[in-house]
């Protein structure tokens, strides 16, 4: 990356001397993004976020296919990125519809195909959920989507650097992953778009990236994701296989260390039925290095600050803010109340987590979890005998929640 920020500055679309290294590189990390994937090089769009790979997907799609209709179907629990995208959509005459998910994050084949109408002009579904960890069975929904004739995206974020990840055998037609899924650096990312594929770009005013993505690329961004791509592309069962253990070591001891904790999206079978009994039940596969768990009657937040404070960094399924106190929307659609919802945790596992970090935080959470139960008025109900969780005649959990809060 340095080389092009120091010296070999040139713009990748100049046709003088300085322009000839940045090209190579362009075309060099085009082709080791991927392989990664197993894609065609030219199939690669850059972009510089995920986020950004997911609007040029949704937009781009309905945009170049009002001809045929304006419906797209989405699982309830995509990114916001998508979400987003899809409303601001409606203003153009765009109808959606979102797939309920089962208890474990999942989307049935049955109920995405109930969805899709004649009209529908793209399906997107993510492939592994970045809250709760849930691997779908993308081969097998697009494969769905493909006998209605309907296109269909993915969202990789999550997948990309923990799984393998095969888009010609996943049978896609688009796929979003950005250079931070493989260590890479931010302000860079890719959308997969299978040969033959109509899109229309959203960026205008260049020619970059064969017309999909104006503007000057990012050339020390995306040689960084490039290089990433490639040592992922080496490392990655070394690192998902110690990954697995050190989050199957929260899944097996956690449960003996606390109480009234609970897993949500695939509790991996070598944890054992007594660690994950309290959890939902489910045959679907998890990412690598991923825990999610609801410690009962804590504040998602106040955890996270706790922990931090103990040397360990982990999120909270809540996007809950002092101005909103929304819980999290995949929590909501899983089926969690809203008040469970904002007690959760999400732990992820990377290539330099120790044996020694996963027992920092399995020493560190009993006793913050017991400190903040004293504080807690749903602990303080639920030591009286009475259900916690229950709402008022005429209130909803969010109600509840902000009078607790205040």
């Given at each position: 990356m340095?080389?092009f920020?120091?010296?070999?500055?040139?713009?990748?679309s100049?046709?003088?001397?300085?322009?000839t290294r940045?090209?190579?590189?362009?075309?060099d990390?085009r082709?080791?993004?991927a392989?990664l994937i197993?894609?065609?090089p030219?199939?690669?769009?850059?972009t510089?976020?995920?986020s950004?790979?997911?609007?040029?997907?949704i937009k781009?799609?309905?945009l170049?296919?009002r001809?045929?209709?304006?419906h797209?179907?989405a699982?309830?629990?995509?990114?916001?990125?998508v979400?987003?995208?899809?409303?601001s959509?409606c203003?153009?005459g765009?109808e959606?519809?979102?797939?309920?998910?089962?208890?474990?994050g999942?989307?049935h084949p049955d109920?995405?195909?109930?969805?899709?109408?004649?009209e529908?002009?793209?399906v997107?579904v993510?492939?592994?959920?970045?809250?709760?960890?849930?691997i779908?069975?993308?081969?097998?929904?697009?494969?769905?989507?493909?006998r209605?004739r309907v296109?269909f995206h993915?969202d990789?974020?999550?997948?990309?650097?923990?799984?393998?990840?095969?888009?010609?055998?996943?049978g896609v037609?688009?796929?979003?992953?950005?250079a931070?899924?493989v260590y890479g650096?931010?302000?860079?990312?890719?959308?997969?778009?299978?040969?033959g594929?109509?899109?229309q770009?959203?960026?205008?005013?260049?020619?970059?990236e064969k017309n999909?993505r104006?503007?000057?690329?990012?050339?020390?961004?995306?040689?960084?994701?490039?290089?990433?791509?490639?040592v992922t592309?080496a490392?990655l069962?070394?690192w998902?296989?110690?990954?697995?253990?050190?989050?199957?070591?929260?899944?097996k001891e956690?449960?003996?260390?606390?109480?009234?904790v609970?897993?949500t999206?695939?509790v991996p079978?070598e944890?054992?039925?007594?660690?994950a009994k309290?959890s939902?039940?489910?045959?679907a596969?998890?990412?690598?290095?991923?825990?999610?768990?609801?410690?009962e009657f804590v504040?998602g937040?106040?955890?996270l600050?706790?922990?931090?404070d103990?040397g360990?960094?982990?999120?909270s399924?809540?996007?809950?803010?002092?101005?909103?106190?929304?819980?999290s929307?995949?929590l909501?659609a899983?089926?969690?109340?809203?008040?469970k919802?904002?007690?959760?945790?999400?732990?992820?596992?990377g290539k330099?987590?120790?044996?020694?970090?996963?027992?920092?935080?399995?020493?560190k959470?009993p006793?913050i979890?017991?400190?903040?139960?004293?504080?807690?008025?749903l602990?303080?109900?639920?030591?009286?005998?009475?259900?916690?969780?229950?709402?008022k005649?005429?209130?909803?959990?969010e109600?509840?929640h902000?009078?607790?809060h205040?």
């Amino acid at each position: 990356m340095l080389t092009f920020l120091n010296e070999d500055f040139g713009s990748p679309s100049s046709m003088h001397r300085f322009g000839t290294r940045p090209r190579a590189a362009l075309d060099d990390a085009r082709t080791q993004v991927a392989a990664l994937i197993n894609s065609r090089p030219d199939d690669i769009v850059f972009t510089a976020s995920a986020s950004e790979s997911n609007n040029l997907a949704i937009k781009g799609f309905a945009l170049a296919h009002r001809d045929k209709g304006m419906h797209i179907v989405a699982s309830a629990t995509e990114h916001v990125s998508v979400l987003e995208a899809l409303k601001s959509l409606c203003v153009l005459g765009l109808e959606y519809d979102l797939v309920p998910v089962e208890p474990d994050g999942t989307v049935h084949p049955d109920k995405l195909a109930a969805a899709i109408k004649t009209e529908t002009v793209l399906v997107s579904v993510m492939h592994a959920n970045y809250e709760v960890g849930t691997i779908q069975n993308i081969k097998e929904l697009a494969a769905l989507a493909r006998r209605y004739r309907v296109p269909f995206h993915s969202d990789g974020t999550a997948a990309v650097g923990r799984i393998p990840v095969d888009v010609a055998d996943l049978g896609v037609d688009a796929y979003t992953f950005p250079a931070m899924s493989v260590y890479g650096p931010k302000g860079a990312a890719a959308l997969y778009l299978k040969r033959g594929t109509r899109i229309q770009s959203l960026i205008e005013g260049g020619f970059q990236e064969k017309n999909r993505r104006a503007g000057t690329e990012d050339v020390a961004a995306i040689a960084g994701f490039g290089a990433a791509a490639a040592v992922t592309k080496a490392k990655l069962p070394e690192w998902s296989a110690t990954m697995t253990k050190l989050a199957q070591r929260i899944f097996k001891e956690l449960p003996g260390k606390l109480d009234h904790v609970l897993f949500t999206g695939p509790v991996p079978p070598e944890t054992g039925p007594e660690s994950a009994k309290d959890s939902v039940a489910s045959r679907a596969k998890r990412i690598p290095g991923h825990v999610s768990v609801v410690v009962e009657f804590v504040e998602g937040e106040a955890m996270l600050l706790f922990l931090d404070d103990g040397g360990i960094a982990a999120a909270s399924g809540s996007s809950c803010s002092a101005k909103t106190l929304k819980a999290s929307h995949v929590l909501l659609a899983m089926g969690l109340p809203h008040t469970k919802a904002q007690s959760s945790l999400v732990l992820t596992m990377g290539k330099d987590t120790t044996d020694a970090d996963v027992t920092l935080f399995l020493e560190k959470l009993p006793p913050i979890a017991a400190r903040l139960r004293e504080i807690s008025p749903l602990y303080a109900k639920f030591k009286k005998g009475e259900d916690p969780y229950a709402v008022k005649p005429g209130e909803t959990c969010e109600d509840e929640h902000q009078a607790e809060h205040e």
